[in-house]
């Protein structure tokens, strides 16, 4: 199944289960009642298991391991009760010719507390009430656990604390998951009592007609609806955390989706999102196609919500859109945890990971990866392009900035200091000795911007520059041209001093080549770029929130 149809809201809200199992386990209409027929009874304390539930276990060669209570019915051993508590087992025959485990009740001693330090002898601790005075749990008759022969022999010495009740599907998964405390767990807490788990809903899974796990919530730590008898089927994705499995036609995974509990409607923000009230995001993670030779095998992550569908992903599998490479991306950083990311500024669906992302090219979308030079390029696509129309390289600022046309052509290049000319070195003394640049350009800090235009045969023209300007003498603050020596040379300023003399006396000035000014000033400078040549316009999507 896709994963946009798992994703329906049907298919979400409404968990429909298969028939369950005669309760001759455990009786939904009093959970306490401890069962006698069908079932076989043992214990643990005395052996140190305890059994639990252990969730969904998911591994990266695309496999899965469906919810389990262990240990398993063959690693069982029967014992006892311990001397401070322990747990009741039931098992009722599993269809199968076996036996699976459907109950454990939790039993504790009425005077002896494993929470106490333990006595000289080695015995457990005394119990003790509130006012930390010893103090037994007394006995009250409870025919719903005495009715079992072998707990009425039990009670006067010990008290069930708490059941754990499990439910199967007519296939034998293990589907649904109840908890319940007694009263007895109040019975030296009456001043400052517990609040009591009754008939409370802890787990619920889901399977399709393949048997495989396709939806999951909870464990026995929680509850998902404080409601005593709710059930699997009402509840709803993004009221509770939900994680729910697609698969591909081999049967290994596909994708896991993940969706944590919404935050309280007053403040329904997710991952830095502002979310509608009936919208809710998650977090996903796509396995590669099982043609792909294990040791190439990289997952994708990514996240997502109900409505925009993917916001962004990222994954160290350097071939994932690989219809996307471009030149520079052959000099991808020599690390083996760099990772390729991508951003969405429209909703992409959540179809794109049905065909392990080959459809991604229909999407506008910004590519991200670290580059050797320890830059990082940044390129934004169109829709239906497989040229961007626009790559930035980036370290804290924006150091370059290239721009194309539709047909895939460089039309202009922009250079903000001197960190990208590693990348591309710049060759300005030619345009100075062709008489095109006739100032000292600025290459490093602020205002330093340089501006080159490509026609459509490729041929390049320097454009536009910026110069430091010495306001006293109005003249360009550094010589021209700068690689002959100063005949007259000024005496050098120290740090300090050239720092005050900049802020009081150098403007920034920015312009054509032969030192024709069209702006002065940082600020202004920097609209101007934006304005003119749309410099630093474009960002990161959902760096600031949608």
């Not at 590669?288 to 992903?313: C, D, M, W």
Request: aromatic residues 10%; hydrophobic residues 35%.
């Amino acid at each position: 199944m896709s994963i946009a149809r798992r994703l329906a809201p049907v298919a979400l809200l409404t968990l429909v289960l298969s028939a369950q199992a005669a309760a001759n386990c455990s009786d939904r209409a009093d959970l306490l009642v401890s069962p006698v027929a069908g079932v076989s009874l043992m214990f643990t304390g005395t052996t140190g298991q305890w059994v639990s539930l252990l969730g969904p276990q998911t591994y990266d060669e695309g496999t899965v391991d469906v919810p389990a209570l262990v240990p398993t019915v063959a690693e069982l051993k029967r014992g006892m009760l311990g001397a401070a508590e322990g747990q009741a087992v039931y098992l009722e025959p599993d269809g199968n010719g076996g036996q699976r485990i459907c109950r454990v009740e939790h039993w504790e001693n009425r005077t002896f507390d494993r929470m106490q330090p333990p006595q000289p002898d080695g015995t457990p601790g005394l119990r003790h009430d509130r006012e930390n005075k010893v103090r037994a749990v007394p006995y009250r008759r409870r025919p719903g656990q005495e009715r079992n022969p072998i707990l009425a022999k039990l009670t006067p010495h010990y008290y069930m604390s708490r059941v754990d009740a499990y439910f199967y599907d007519q296939d034998g998964h293990l589907v649904e998951a109840r908890v319940q405390d007694t009263e007895d767990v109040n019975a030296l807490r009456q001043r400052y009592p517990n609040e009591l788990r009754i008939d409370r809903l802890a787990f619920c899974a889901r399977y399709n007609a393949q048997g495989q796990l396709i939806w999951t919530t909870g464990g026995m730590f929680e509850s998902l609806v404080k409601v005593p008898g709710a059930q699997c089927a009402g509840l709803q994705t993004g009221r509770m955390e939900t994680t729910s499995y697609s698969y591909q036609a081999d049967g290994s995974l596909l994708a896991r989706l993940f969706v944590p509990k919404k935050r309280d409607a007053a403040e329904p923000r997710g991952e830095g999102l502002a979310l509608d009230a009936d919208e809710w995001w998650g977090q996903g993670t796509a396995w590669p196609s099982a043609s792909v030779p294990q040791h190439e095998r990289k997952l994708v992550y990514f996240g997502f919500t109900n409505k925009a569908g993917i916001l962004g992903l990222y994954t160290e599998n350097t071939g994932l859109a690989a219809y996307d490479a471009q030149p520079p991306y052959k000099q991808l950083l020599r690390d083996p945890n760099r990772k390729l990311r991508y951003d969405f500024p429209q909703p992409v669906p959540l179809s794109v990971v049905d065909d392990h992302f080959a459809t991604l090219d229909k999407y506008p979308r910004v590519r991200r990866y670290p580059h050797q030079s320890g830059l990082n390029v940044i390129e934004f696509f169109d829709g239906n392009s497989r040229t961007p129309r626009l790559r930035q390289w980036r370290s804290v600022e924006l150091s370059r900035q290239e721009t194309y046309n539709a047909e895939g052509k460089l039309v202009q290049v922009i250079y903000s200091g001197g960190r990208a000319l590693k990348v591309y070195p710049e060759d300005l003394r030619r345009y100075a000795e062709s008489g095109v640049l006739k100032v000292t350009p600025t290459r490093s800090g602020y205002a330093s911007y340089r501006v080159y235009t490509y026609d459509a045969s490729g041929k390049e023209s320097l454009t536009f520059v910026c110069w430091q300007h010495d306001v006293p003498s109005n003249r360009p603050l550094h010589r021209f041209p700068w690689w002959t020596p100063d005949p007259a040379p000024t005496p050098t300023r120290g740090r300090e001093a050239a720092l005050i003399y900049g802020m009081k006396n150098v403007a920034n000035r920015c312009g054509r080549p032969d030192g024709t000014m069209l702006i002065q000033g940082m600020g202004p400078i920097n609209t101007y770029m934006a304005t003119q040549f749309g410099y630093d316009v474009e960002q990161l999507v959902y760096d600031k929130g949608r």
